[in-house]
């Protein structure tokens, strides 16, 4: 009987025994996104942008966000993939950027990674959603990139299969925001924000006019989608706080 032994009777304490038991693995938090560098007012617009859209108590149920533009060239997707960063620094939880921008994709490159397996390859193979997305850097940022290009990718987008994957998403990741394209090139956006918590309208300062971002915000409501709010981007002066909010 080893010294040992004889130390833990003295102590009261039975010996502990390892007979082939399986080792315990303790579960990792993902690491956390680091804090995005943007300079100025686009970090501080972007970060109230965030606040307002997922972290505000009466917010906490947007889970799941549309970023989409009236017009083609409106910043949607910086928009939409710097919301996603600071979200992904400041959330607890898993934050996902899908790129369903399937006619001008883009997403892929703002993150130095290449585009070979995404969204259009979930919607025809099977497999668990996650298998076709990729954490960021290892971080709690997962990306799934538009995939393999298609030529009937609307129909394929607003088809069952893709509400299907909509709802995996959703059940998979703690947030989920979507690069649609815009309203004047396909109605993806109505049915992606229709399917989702709502949709958020991206406008170009000096550039959008008022009638088609009117248009836009109507066509959204009428296809009874939660219109979250608008951001018009690229401004370079002050808007007083009255004016801006009728935008």
């Known amino acids: 009987m080893s010294k040992n032994f004889e130390l833990l009777q003295q102590l009261g304490k039975e010996p502990e025994v390892f007979l082939d038991q399986p080792a315990v693995l303790a579960e990792t938090a993902p690491v956390k996104r680091p804090v995005p560098h943007l300079e100025g007012m686009p970090a501080e617009e972007v970060g109230k942008l965030v606040q307002r859209l997922f972290l505000l108590a009466g917010s906490a149920q947007n889970r799941m966000v549309v970023f989409t533009s009236a017009e083609p060239a409106s910043g949607c997707s910086w928009i939409c993939h710097n919301a996603s960063e600071i979200l992904a620094s400041q959330a607890n939880g898993s934050v996902c950027i899908v790129d369903a921008n ?138 007083p706080e009255p004016i801006y909010k009728r935008l």
């Open 102 to 239: 399937l006619g001008a994709p883009g997403l892929h490159q703002r993150f130095g990674v290449k585009n070979h397996f995404g969204l259009t390859d979930s919607l025809q193979q099977t497999g668990p959603i996650r298998n076709f997305a990729s954490a960021v850097d290892g971080t709690n940022l997962w990306l799934l990139s538009s995939g393999a290009e298609v030529a009937n990718w609307q129909n394929l987008l607003c088809s069952d299969r893709g509400r299907q994957r909509l709802h995996e998403l959703q059940q998979e990741f703690d947030y989920v925001l979507i690069d649609a394209p815009s309203l004047s090139q396909s109605n993806a956006a109505i049915m992606l924000g229709s399917a989702t918590n709502g949709a958020v309208l991206v406008l170009k300062a000096n550039s959008s006019r008022r009638e088609v971002a009117r248009k836009a915000m109507d066509d959204l409501k009428a296809a009874n989608v939660n219109f979250l709010g608008a951001v018009l981007n690229q401004r370079t002066f002050p808007i």
